[in-house]
């Protein structure tokens, strides 16, 4: 495949709001060992890349240093030692960085193909958000057939994902959202209560709802005054997962009752881990979670699609948490 010298790309002017992105002409990046380039048809939009433009998450070391953290398209190059895949295999993929833009170097490991049944843009916002909650509610959070799960933001990419898993893997789904529109939206993928949370207390919720006894798990994003919530919300042995704090990074705990009760408090950003750990990921989902996909028990809910230009007006569009489901950036000229 003939590849161009340069490409399309949005980057961050300064840290600061969604008036920070502008387009701008940059060089092709190389696939390095055990890498593919990506020629990417469409890319999801997530939090953290706000957080980044925002000057509040870095990229690490050697890492794009273009918003964008998942995509898929077709694979337009390959590095040394790649077996797996080939030019012209359509993928989705985890990305250190730089999915915005027309293409996107990843490791090997990290791609998974497009499954059947998918769309480019619904598959675009696969893998950042799985890779999210298969970490924080299966392996961290050791969610299993019969227990009980608690996902705040319900309507969010990961809360709809949340929701669809866990329903699949046999446990009892409750989420909270801020409209009755966003809780019809959690009910309809599978949760068994919504919880308008301004309207209700999801504490008392929770416990009205489990004669008393709290739930398993919690996966939280909001932080801040949910934290000592959250750990009212649990049962005995139960688990607090935390992946963002959009309301505050710290709460004062009285950690007596996290040791009367057995909590569990765990927490984990994604960006940061080994190429070997994700690449470990990967292969859960692909044995666990793609036969789900493509026999059309689990769906990507896509809120909507902007072209790459308007990535700025994705960014308010999340940042107004109106969505519900995933924003994509539809990238293919």
Not at 108 to 117: E, I, R, S
Request: proline content about 6%; aromatic content about 6%.
């Amino acid at each position: 495949m003939s590849l161009p010298a340069t490409m399309r790309a949005i980057a961050i002017s300064a840290p600061g709001g969604p008036e920070v992105l502008h387009m701008r002409d940059t060089p092709v990046p190389q696939p390095g060992p055990g890498e593919i380039l990506i020629r990417i048809t469409a890319a999801g939009v997530n939090r953290p890349d706000a957080l980044q433009r925002a000057g509040a998450y870095n990229p690490p070391p050697g890492a794009s240093p273009l918003p964008g953290l998942e995509c898929a398209g077709h694979v337009a190059a390959l590095g040394e030692g790649v077996a797996q895949w080939a030019v012209g295999d359509a993928v989705c993929a985890l990305l250190p960085g730089g999915g915005y833009a027309d293409y996107a170097v990843t490791h090997q490991d990290h791609a998974l193909p497009v499954p059947a049944g998918l769309s480019m843009v619904q598959a675009a916002g696969l893998c950042e958000t799985l890779f999210t909650v298969w970490i924080n509610v299966f392996d961290r959070g050791r969610l299993r057939a019969g227990e009980s799960f608690l996902v705040h933001g319900g309507s969010s990419g990961i809360g709809t994902t949340a929701i669809q898993l866990a329903r699949l893997f046999g446990a009892r789904v409750f989420a909270t959202a801020g409209s009755g529109e966003k809780c019809e939206a959690c009910l309809s993928l599978g949760a068994h209560r919504a919880i308008n949370y301004r309207s209700e207390d999801f504490v008392q919720v929770i416990k009205d709802e489990t004669e008393g006894r709290g739930v398993d798990l919690v996966l939280d994003m909001v932080g801040g005054d949910y934290i000592n919530r959250n750990l009212k919300a649990l049962a005995l042995d139960g688990r607090l997962s935390m992946i963002a704090h959009l309301t505050g990074k710290t709460a004062e705990v009285n950690f007596s009752a996290v040791m009367a009760r057995r909590i569990t408090i765990t927490g984990s950003t994604l960006r940061p881990r080994s190429i070997a750990y994700k690449a470990e990921v990967a292969e859960a989902l692909r044995r666990e979670v793609w036969p789900l996909i493509e026999a059309g028990r689990l769906t990507p809910l896509v809120d909507s699609t902007f072209p790459l230009e308007n990535a700025a007006a994705a960014h308010e569009r999340m940042e107004s948490a109106a969505h519900i489901g995933k924003i994509i950036l539809s990238v293919e000229l």
